[in-house]
T-cell receptor, first 114, second 114 residues
Framework: NAGVTQTPKFQVLKTGQSMTLQCAQDMNHEYMSWYRQDPGMGLRLIHYSVGAGITDQGEVPNGYNVSRSTTEDFPLRLLSAAPSQTSVYFC?????????????FGEGSWLTVV | AQTVTQSQPEMSVQEAETVTLSCTYDTSESDYYLFWYKQPPSRQMILVIRQEAYKQQNATENRFSVNFQKAAKSFSLKISDSQLGDAAMYFCAYRSAHSGKIIFGKGTRLHILP
């Protein structure tokens, strides 16, 4: 049981490049989400999904794209990277049924845009 | 839209003493869940305690307990007999029972003084 797996762990991008942060979970969780963590800002919700084929925007969705074609995977795409997207990104998942269930987090992806 | 506010960016407490971290939230929903997460320097997100909004009884987990005041929309965390290992960033989180969306406060950095 691997839990929530994020890749890559570290990435340096040039402004204007695109990339995809991968997130996979093997717990059959319906709910998956992406957060970014910046100093003094806590974790801000980018996008989330309550099941395959269903996604919705969070607090800071601009510049990011997501899709959920399978229950297991929830990739986050940066379409044209900007220095303001330098951050630590966390993927999280949980069961939706009985929403008090524990939220499981990946280990984080450190992204630097130069 | 729901919001979560942690008004104390940093706090310090003497080892073995008791400390309370504050969290307030704003929502128009009646059904939701609240969480406290701990993030040590490793950046791992660790569940400390959770509370269902429909339960009047305050949740407890060993040295950790909450004071949940639904009418006041307040959810504070009390740590008793503070230990050096409690030093971390603590995040308060709100989960909508309707949308499943989870949002976090900006965090409180807790220092434990030996």
């Amino acid at each position: 049981n691997a839990g929530v797996t994020q890749t890559p762990k570290f990435q340096v991008l040039k402004t204007g490049q695109s990339m995809t942060l991968q997130c996979a979970q093997d717990m059959n969780h319906e709910y998956m989400s992406w957060y970014r963590q910046d100093p003094g800002m806590g974790l801000r919700l980018i996008h989330y999904s309550v099941g395959a084929g269903i996604t919705d925007q969070g607090e800071v969705p601009n510049g990011y794209n997501v899709s959920r074609s399978t229950t297991e995977d929830f990739p986050l795409r940066l379409l044209s990277a900007a220095p303001s997207q330098t951050s630590v990104y966390f993927c999280a998942s949980s069961y939706s049924e009985g929403s008090g269930n524990t939220i499981y987090f990946g280990e984080g992806s450190w992204l630097t845009v130069v | 839209a729901q919001t979560v506010t942690q008004s104390q960016p940093e706090m310090s407490v003497q080892e073995a003493e008791t400390v309370t971290l504050s969290c307030t939230y704003d929502t128009s929903e009646s059904d939701y869940y609240l969480f406290w997460y701990k993030q040590p320097p490793s950046r791992q997100m660790i569940l400390v305690i959770r509370q269902e909004a429909y339960k009047q009884q305050n949740a407890t987990e060993n040295r950790f307990s909450v004071n949940f005041q639904k009418a006041a929309k307040s959810f504070s965390l009390k740590i008793s007999d503070s230990q050096l290992g409690d030093a971390a960033m603590y995040f308060c989180a709100y989960r909508s029972a309707h949308s499943g969306k989870i949002i976090f406060g900006k965090g409180t950095r807790l220092h434990i003084l030996p």
